[in-house]
């Protein structure tokens, strides 16, 4: 069985990847893959254009998991999008240096739902599984995706709200 794990860019994706890797399970992200489907850069948006479809259309589905923001579009059979308050995804992109505009459309996009939004459009409730990694250690989060692979914990989403942080401009 496959298993995706989608989310906003700088809510834990590659990290909790990387542990699962760790702990044995077999991993593809998704910027390792994405080359061969790169149609070009958006210098609006400071970010590369994906031909998505041709990607899902092409991937080979196995047992593991694999992360990445267009998890969501690839042929998984469940999927786990990670959350995390706009607020603290604010300052890890600030890290990372993205630019005040790119914070400003990621934490938004937090706020709106859009990937869980996205994920819910493509699969099934009993296939999603929704986590709010703000505070979380790394270790639980793992726990936590790896008893939603095996079926020991249910599917479950739709519980987090982070409206609040939306910003208005006039």
């Not at 044995?24 to 590369?48: E, K, S, W």
Request: with cysteine; net charge negative.
């Amino acid at each position: 069985m496959m298993c995706g794990i989608t989310g906003t860019p700088g809510t834990g994706k590659s990290t909790v990847a990387e542990e699962l890797a760790r702990r044995g399970h077999a991993v593809v992200h998704i910027t390792d893959i994405v080359g061969p489907y790169a149609l070009g850069n958006d210098p609006n948006r400071d970010t590369r254009v994906i031909d998505t479809d041709k990607m899902a259309d092409e991937f080979v589905p196995f047992d593991g998991f694999v992360e990445g923001h267009f998890a969501h579009l690839l042929p998984c059979e469940r999927m786990v999008v990670l959350r995390l308050r706009p607020d603290e995804l604010e300052k890890r992109l600030a890290a990372r240096g993205y630019s005040k505009e790119k914070i400003g459309e990621n934490r938004d996009a937090e706020a709106l739902d859009v990937c869980l939004i996205e994920t819910v459009a493509e699969y099934g409730p009993e296939e999603i599984l929704e986590i709010d990694t703000t505070g979380m250690s790394l270790e639980a989060c793992a726990d936590a995706i790896e008893q939603f692979f095996s079926g020991e914990i249910p599917a479950s989403f739709g519980s987090i709200d982070w409206s609040a942080f939306v910003e208005v401009t006039p």
